[in-house]
Structure formats: structure tokens, C-alpha cells
């Protein structure tokens, strides 16, 4: 998978005016985490960020810089101001090589179901999954083939062929799509020969009752 790089630089302890300041010059606040380590408080070059941020994920390696000494990390938390909604602090986690991570990674449907063909509604209330796996072998996300998904049927996370080394950590019995009918599943139409015997069952019932009523004018 490909990995994001950016630059950071070393931030000293501000207070939280010198801080707005530096926010207003494009600079953004940041914090690197990491087990066995203190954090490391580091900025941004908010325009640089801005121009990765639509692919930056929760399961996306990010490389920091830090004048020439890298970091691999994950994202852990970016912090927006309520009202703008500009960001205004990001966190990372430090990715160890030497063990396995626990990440939620976006789970994607692809294909168009054969229940949904049928007139069905496709239910898909899990967007992503938490998996286990080293940094290498860490997926971008997972895909779903739900082409051959019929109605009134669904797909449990133990169906999902995950890459090799990529262990599942959420429920494995978990639904995460579903085909309904949105008023009961449309009835199926009869075949010729069944309309035919209930043509005849319904001639013969109508016979039965007009020699019946017969008999009782007699």
C-alpha cells in the first residue's frame, strides 16, 4: 500500500494564544504518540496537509519527516473547530515493525446483487472493520463481491476472504449486508400448467355447484 509523506517541524510548548497565532500563518499543531516514548509535539504545513487529507484513513501509513528523521504512523484523531469546521490539531500513532497493529479498515461492496436485480433493498450498515495485522501487510481496504447475493439472504463477516497476514478482530458472525423487499417479497407467477389445473379445479368446483343447486329445485 502506498504510504503518505509529509513534513513537520519541531514545535516547542506554546500557549494557547501563541498557538492561534501560528494556526493563522497555516501552521497546524500536531502530536506524535508512541509506546515507550514521550510525545513528540511537532507542526504542519496546513496547505501540504490539506492536499493529502482526502486520503489520509485510519489505515493509511503516513511517513512524518522531522528534519530528515522519519516516523511511520497512523492517524489517530484530527480535532476541528466546532463552527468552521477547520482543523486545528492532529494526533498520531507510532507504527511498530515489531508487532502486530489493530486498525479499522473501510469495508467496500462492489458489484450489483442479484436480490437488488429482483426488486430487493440492499442493507449494508457496516462501513469498515477493525483487522490485526503487521505494517506490511496492512490492506487499504477490503472488498465484498455481492453480485450472487439473492434476496432475503445475508452475508456474514466470516464469509470475507481477507488478505494473507490480515487477521479479522471484529465479530466474525457480524451481518454487514442484507437483501429485503421493502413490502414482503413479491409473489412468484404461477406456471401455464398450474394455471391450467386451477382453471379446471375452478370449472369443475363451479360444475359441482350448479348440479348441487339443481338438486335442491327439484
Do not use: W
Request: include cysteine; aromatic fraction near 4%.
Amino acid at each position: 500500500m502506498e504510504h503518505i509523506a509529509l513534513r513537520v517541524s519541531p514545535r516547542g510548548k506554546l500557549t494557547k494564544g501563541q498557538l492561534r497565532q501560528e494556526r493563522k500563518k497555516g501552521r497546524l499543531p500536531a502530536q506524535i504518540y508512541g509506546k515507550g516514548i514521550e510525545p513528540i509535539s511537532v507542526f504542519l504545513e496546513g496547505k501540504e496537509f490539506a492536499n493529502v487529507a482526502k486520503r489520509v484513513t485510519e489505515s493509511r501509513i503516513i511517513d512524518l519527516d522531522l528534519e530528515g528523521k522519519k516516523f511511520a504512523t497512523l492517524l489517530k484523531e484530527i480535532q476541528k473547530e466546532t463552527i468552521s469546521g477547520n482543523v486545528i490539531h492532529i494526533d498520531f500513532n507510532l507504527v511498530r515493525h515489531d508487532r502486530n497493529i489493530h486498525v479499522r479498515v473501510p469495508l467496500h461492496l462492489n458489484g450489483v446483487a442479484k436480490g437488488v436485480k429482483d426488486g430487493g433493498i440492499l442493507e449494508h450498515s457496516i462501513h469498515e472493520i477493525e483487522v490485526e495485522c503487521d505494517s506490511d501487510h496492512l490492506p487499504e481496504k477490503i472488498e465484498v463481491d455481492i453480485t450472487d447475493l439473492e434476496a432475503n439472504h445475508a452475508l456474514h463477516l466470516k464469509e470475507v476472504a481477507l488478505p494473507e497476514g490480515v487477521k479479522l478482530v471484529t465479530n466474525p458472525d457480524t451481518v454487514f449486508a442484507i437483501i429485503k423487499f421493502a413490502h414482503g417479497e413479491p409473489e412468484k407467477a404461477l406456471e401455464p400448467e398450474a394455471e391450467e389445473a386451477g382453471e379446471a379445479v375452478a370449472s369443475s368446483e363451479q360444475e359441482s355447484a350448479e348440479t348441487t343447486s339443481e338438486a335442491v329445485h327439484k
